[in-house]
């Protein structure tokens, strides 16, 4: 009898595995996968269609965070505007065009720039900034710079800007209302849909393991990512800071973490996934973890030393040296069969 059961369990869970469509209750289901046996058929299976969509290349992308000053006040984020504890930094606009060439001569292809929502750099700064690096180095800049007018969107992409991250967060409205006093859900995916629409790749995402998030929930970010047919997705684990309100409660479970990555791969398919930072601080081996459930991006920091410690959006965010790291990244990347790309590693939508 219990053998029976067992083999129904597991035909099931190829039925779904060789879908091509998901419905949300097979998100769910998915997402809800506790079973050892089970979870390995999981990841095998995102790994496969990782390889079938993304090839084996893994895309190296060089970070900056070029401030720390921060006008919202998202309830988990060591940024936010009320944490005094924080030493707030501004790299200058020639600070942030040089460590652009260092990512460059690292042979990385694609700079993220990244801060805050800092309106103390300028339309014009901004547009500065991309036209000076797209001048001396042949990348694909990435920015991630929170909500900005559409005016400003505009003018970035003209300058040159190719990508613009802007993680939805959580796909639940009250939770995203709790957790962000000044701004609605609805508005931030009005953002998205016009970062689209203009021809930004657009990169959107959820953290996982926020108070009072529920499977369903992230099944529905998921899902949301797929409606908003984003390039890229990042799906991440809530860390605690202790400079938050959220600072008692448990990081996000590793399982869970995993598991998400592998169903987004599953059902989105030819989307870029990071396998992140937060991961890494989830788990020392998180990174390598990430590039086998379905994540095909990493994104080595160049922030000056001087400044990453102050780029505290959680605790015992790794900090490290980027060109050793790169070097330890890509030898990591070829003991697991896999290639570094030598590409900007554009949407694989295009
Ligand atoms: N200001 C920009 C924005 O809002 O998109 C970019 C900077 S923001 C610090 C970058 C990302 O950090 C957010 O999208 C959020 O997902 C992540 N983050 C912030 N606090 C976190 C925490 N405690 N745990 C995990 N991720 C966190």
């Known amino acids: 009898m219990k053998q029976e059961i067992q083999i129904t369990d597991d035909k099931y869970l190829f039925e779904i595995l060789n879908k091509s469509e998901f419905e949300r209750e097979d998100v769910v289901y998915l997402l809800k996968l506790t079973n050892e046996k089970h979870i390995s058929e999981l990841f095998k299976k995102a790994d496969l269609i990782r390889k079938e969509f993304c090839g084996d290349e893994v895309h190296l992308r060089g970070i900056i965070e070029f401030s720390n000053f921060c006008e919202q006040d998202c309830v988990y984020c060591g940024l936010r505007k009320s944490n ?10 020639d600070e ?13 292809k694609t700079v993220v720039l990244q801060s805050g929502e800092d309106s103390h750099y ?18 694909a800049i990435t920015l991630s710079l929170g909500e900005r007018s559409f005016d400003e969107y505009d003018e ?27 701004q609605e859900l609805e508005e931030r995916l009005i953002h998205l849909k016009y970062l689209k629409s203009i021809g930004f790749q657009a990169g959107s995402g959820n953290i996982i393991g926020l108070p009072g998030q529920t499977i369903e929930d ?4 998921i899902l949301l990512c797929k409606e908003l047919d984003c390039d890229m997705c990042s799906f991440s684990p809530f860390i605690p800071s202790p400079e938050t309100p959220l600072k008692n409660i448990s990081p996000a479970d590793l399982k869970l973490t995993l598991n998400t990555m592998a169903v987004g791969r599953i059902v989105l398919k030819n989307v870029h996934i990071p396998s992140t930072t937060a991961l890494s601080t989830l788990t020392p081996e998180g990174r390598k973890l990430g590039l086998t459930v379905g994540a095909n991006v990493i994104m080595p920091n ?13 605790a015992n965010k790794k900090t490290y040296d980027p060109i050793k790291f790169v070097e330890e990244i890509k030898q990591m990347i070829h003991s697991m069969g896999r290639k570094v ?10």
């Open 84 to 93: 005094n504890l924080l030493e707030r930094y501004r790299m200058s606009v």
């Open 96 to 108: 942030i065009i040089e460590t652009a060439k260092k990512i460059y001569s690292a042979g990385i």
């Open 122 to 139: 300028t339309k014009e700064d901004i547009t500065h900034i991309i036209k000076s690096i797209k001048e001396f180095c042949d990348v």
């Open 156 to 182: 970035w992409k003209s300058a040159g800007a190719d990508r613009y991250l802007l993680k939805h967060e959580t796909a639940n409205e009250k939770i995203y209302s709790a957790l962000h006093s000044k």
């Open 218 to 221: 992230i099944a529905d970010d």
């Open 302 to 314: 160049f922030t000056p030393d001087k400044y990453k410690d102050k780029y505290r959006i959680y």
């Open 341 to 350: 790309s030598e590409d900007k590693g554009h949407s694989l939508k295009q």
